[in-house]
């Protein structure tokens, strides 16, 4: 095996199950933290007010809402609901 240098040559290892529960650690608080800023939309609302709201929707936001809605479209077009 090739020998390699560290930054810190001083600094402890940490053993695989410090690894393990640093990254578990981490990845709990990456998921708290999309929460956090995961865009709210409170309903029920006039279907006019959501429509006037899809103009202040980013580019990201409206290929999200396409995804959802192609999906949800797909769902009901093989549920025989008679959607065309």
Request: hydrophobic fraction near 45%; proline fraction near 5%; glycine fraction near 4%.
């Amino acid at each position: 095996m090739k020998s390699k240098s560290v930054h810190e040559p001083t600094a402890e290892v940490m053993s695989a199950a410090e690894v393990w529960e640093d990254a578990q650690q981490l990845a709990d608080v990456l998921r708290q933290n999309l929460w956090k800023t995961e865009p709210l939309v409170k309903l029920p609302i006039p279907l006019s007010v959501f429509l006037s709201l899809l103009d202040t929707f980013g580019r990201e936001e409206l290929i999200k809402l396409r995804q959802h809605v192609e999906a949800r479209l797909s769902v009901l077009s093989t549920s025989g609901s008679g959607l065309t």
